[in-house]
């Protein structure tokens, strides 16, 4: 069964810091994995889908790279502002083409 | 920008009765799935759906689950006899594709059992 473990689980820091979030996963087969946002009692937002073909994908202040071999997806975020703050939650897609959800990680960016 | 909506946003009932939660789609995406995510914890795989028939579902959706899409456009998650460890947010999602499809998520339902 596909465990999906992020870390850190919560994180503070001062605005202006670049900051990277982990998400590690068990099966190296996956057919893609994709980062989400969500803020307090909200839905999903997704942010970056990164197919299992791929290295890495970018958008605005947000990097995703994703390495299978070793079972880890990064999200970098470039420049935090208080507006990043968060939960930020990854999820994998395997062969049973269900994703699986990591816990997330709690990101407050103070000013 | 098209989106996945819900309905609806809140809703409380009381235990043993049953709760319809709504869910539109994206009109072009072909794949849907319902999600819950209790307070707390993580989000949780329910049901997929594809071609008018449960394609994938979770050992959590048990015979008190039910799902449809009665009109073409609306995707219902039915609740038969609710349980107090049924309230959650329930999120309802589509994709384009099954494998590589992005996946979009509505806002949720919030699902309160007395």
């Known amino acids: 069964k596909q465990e999906v473990t992020q870390i850190p689980a919560a994180l503070s820091v001062p605005e202006g810091e670049n900051l990277v979030l982990n998400c590690s996963f068990t099966?190296?087969?996956?057919?893609?994995l994709q980062w989400f946002r969500q803020d307090p009692g909200k839905g999903l937002t997704s942010l970056l889908l990164?197919?299992?073909?791929?290295r890495e994908q970018t958008s605005g202040r947000l990097n995703a790279s994703l390495d299978k071999s070793s079972g880890r997806s990064t999200l970098y975020i470039a420049a935090s502002q208080p507006g990043d703050s968060a939960t930020y939650l990854c999820?994998?897609?395997?062969?049973?083409?269900?994703?699986?959800f990591g816990r997330g990680t709690s990101l407050i960016v103070h000013p | 920008e098209p989106e996945v909506t819900q309905t609806p946003s809140h809703q409380v009932t009381q235990m043993g009765q049953e709760v319809i939660l709504r869910c539109v789609p994206i009109?072009?995406?072909?794949?849907f799935y319902w999600y819950r995510q209790i307070l707390g914890q993580k989000v949780e795989f329910l049901v997929s759906?594809?071609?008018?028939?449960?394609?994938?579902k979770s050992e959590i959706f048990d015979d008190q689950f039910s799902v449809e899409r009665p009109d073409g456009s609306n995707f219902t998650l039915k609740i038969r006899s609710t349980k107090l460890e049924d309230s959650a947010m329930y999120f309802c999602?589509?994709?384009?594709?099954?494998?590589?499809?992005?996946?979009?998520f509505g806002e949720g339902s919030r699902l309160t059992v007395l």
């Open positions: 999602a589509s994709s384009r594709d099954r494998g590589t499809g992005e996946l979009f």
């Open positions: 990164i197919q299992s073909s791929q």
């Open positions: 999820a994998v897609r395997l062969g049973s083409y269900i994703p699986t």
């Open positions: 009109s072009n995406h072909l794949y």
């Open positions: 099966d190296s087969a996956i057919y893609n």
């Open positions: 759906f594809y071609n008018n028939e449960i394609s994938e």
